[in-house]
């Protein structure tokens, strides 16, 4: 039997994957949990084979933050993520902290099955896209020395904004060719230059120039 703690903060979430996982044969749901501490005591207390774990919680400690937690003091806990967001940055992070694989929610009833059974026999999951951008980073890897290509953690919107701030674009013409406000370039930006370690507004035009993203790569 396999024993399972599902974390989530929808109440109507939580009990509709009860009772979709309860309907398998093998599959036990032993707790739930609507934020981390609450996470990190239902696995203290019934010691699941599995934690499905949903990544964002807003009203408490997110799911990253309780993987964390979890994998330091249970090893033999693994931790399936749950999510609703096709997000490199969050895919990546959860499993340098110890996740043993991520599964989106939109994912066929078939596929959760396959992804719990995987993980709890000691192996990985990831979904399609998630394994070929892990392929990629690891190719990256390699042609960088062994540095990771930080690039891969930006968001579409953002590698917009980095391609208009390097070629010149002031914040207020960005947010017109984009169709957003001042604000949100500004907030943008500012993740940008977090992901990619960059301090200046030189070092982002040069960064941007050697990616090609002027036209252009040295």
Same mark, same amino acid.
């Given at each position: ?36 501490? &609450?996470?990190? /005591? /239902? ?5 699941? /084979?599995? *934690? ?16 964390? &937690? ?5 090893? @033999? ?8 967001? @096709? ?8 499993? &340098?902290?110890?996740a043993s694989g991520c599964i ?8 959760? *099955?396959?992804?719990?059974? /995987?993980?709890?026999g000691g192996d990985a999951y ?17 042609? %960088? %020395? ?29 947010? %017109? ?42």
């Amino acid at each position: 039997m396999i024993s399972i703690v599902i974390v989530d903060d929808h109440a109507v979430v939580r009990s509709g994957l009860t009772m979709l996982l309860d309907a398998v044969g093998d599959f036990e749901v032993v707790g739930e949990a609507s934020e981390g501490d &609450e996470a990190y /005591q /239902q696995v203290e207390e019934k010691h699941p /084979q599995v *934690v499905l774990m949903d990544l964002s919680m807003p009203h408490g400690k997110d799911g990253l933050s309780a993987t964390s &937690e979890i994998k330091k003091q249970f090893q @033999d806990t693994q931790i399936l993520i749950l999510t609703m967001h @096709d997000d490199e940055e969050y895919l990546f992070r959860a499993i &340098e902290l110890g996740a043993s694989g991520c599964i989106l929610k939109n994912a066929p009833h078939e596929e959760l *099955v396959k992804a719990i059974r /995987q993980v709890a026999g000691g192996d990985a999951y990831l979904y399609p896209s998630a394994t070929k951008r892990l392929m990629e980073n690891y190719m990256d890897k390699i042609k %960088n %020395n062994g540095k990771a290509d930080s690039y891969r953690l930006l968001t579409d919107r953002e590698r917009e904004v980095l391609a208009l701030v390097a070629k010149g674009f002031s914040n207020k013409e960005i947010a %017109n060719k984009l169709v957003i406000s001042v604000k949100t370039v500004e907030a943008h930006k500012a993740k940008v230059m977090e992901k990619l370690k960059l301090r200046t507004r030189p070092e982002l035009v040069e960064y941007a120039w050697k990616r090609g993203l002027l036209g252009y790569s040295i």
